[in-house]
């Protein structure tokens, strides 16, 4: 069943909405992205400093909660976050929250920020400009999907990555979803799980499709969901895998449900 767009989708005025309501979200979407614009570059400058000292307590990680949270509060993100117990302290996961909207990234940089997380991301945010050129020159992952044999050598640099309380975090769809469809499942992630022998710690993020939906560009305050599931522990070698994608996708969907109510189409793997 495929999940309906939310109001407002792609920069149109929502049904029933008012011109001059109408009005104040598209100067509070300008005002929201002016704010990325200026705090992004000293951020990355920041950043990219600091990792390159390779100081052993991580002093980015501040610049992450700064600039993820900074970016939040500006978009009038009001945040709910469950399940944050399951983020035992000195323990790896290979985390996957599905993925509707832009703000995610930032969302999610802000909630993870007390953890050594390295990111693993898409060959195309290299070229976004600030944020992507501190994303390739930090310590997460870049991944080139249309290339099978550098995205398994990326997979194996971010295995090397893992253990000591060091966590990866992958979008498991591999782009945003439109609406509240829970995409299939890339099996990237799962390869690393197995590989690494992590536990996989599926996260349901749910409305950040209302505030910035995939396509869209003005930015409209609201509630945010963020669940940390039941982590899943891999279980077998390859001849396990769909069992497992399968696993994670039912934790993710059910509580995405209980949540927002089903709205899940029936595919689970890429």
């Not at 969901?225 to 994608?245: K, S, T, Y």
Request: proline residues 7%.
């Amino acid at each position: 069943m495929q999940g309906t767009a939310p109001a407002g989708q792609g920069g149109r005025p929502a049904p029933g909405e008012r011109p001059f309501h109408r009005a104040l979200i598209l100067l509070h979407s300008v005002l929201v992205m002016v704010w990325a614009a200026l705090i992004t570059p000293p951020c990355v400058l920041v950043y990219v400093a600091l990792g390159a000292l390779n100081l052993r307590a991580r002093p980015e990680r501040a610049i992450e909660w700064l600039w993820g949270g900074s970016i939040a509060a500006a978009a009038g993100v009001r945040l709910k976050v469950t399940g944050r117990e399951r983020l035992a302290r000195g323990a790896s996961f290979v985390i996957m929250p599905n993925h509707r909207s832009w703000i995610d990234v930032p969302l999610l940089f802000r909630i993870l920020a007390h953890r050594d997380t390295r990111w693993v991301g898409k060959k195309e945010i290299v070229s976004w400009p600030f944020f992507g050129w501190a994303f390739a020159l930090s310590r997460h992952v870049v991944i080139d999907r249309g290339n099978r044999d550098a995205a398994v050598r990326a997979i194996r640099k971010a295995a090397g990555m893992t253990g000591d309380g060091v966590s990866v975090m992958i979008f498991p769809e591999g782009t945003r979803s439109t609406g509240r469809t829970l995409l299939p499942l890339k099996k990237g992630g799962f390869h690393l799980a197995l590989e690494t022998g992590l536990p996989i710690l599926p996260v349901a993020v749910s409305g950040t499709e209302r505030v910035l939906p995939k396509h869209g560009w003005t930015v409209r305050p609201g509630a945010v969901n963020v669940v940390f599931c039941e982590p899943v522990a891999p279980r077998g070698g390859a001849e396990a895998l769909l069992e497992l994608v399968a696993e994670v996708r039912q934790r993710l969907g059910a509580a995405l449900e209980r949540v927002e109510g089903p709205s899940f189409p029936a595919e689970e793997v890429a």
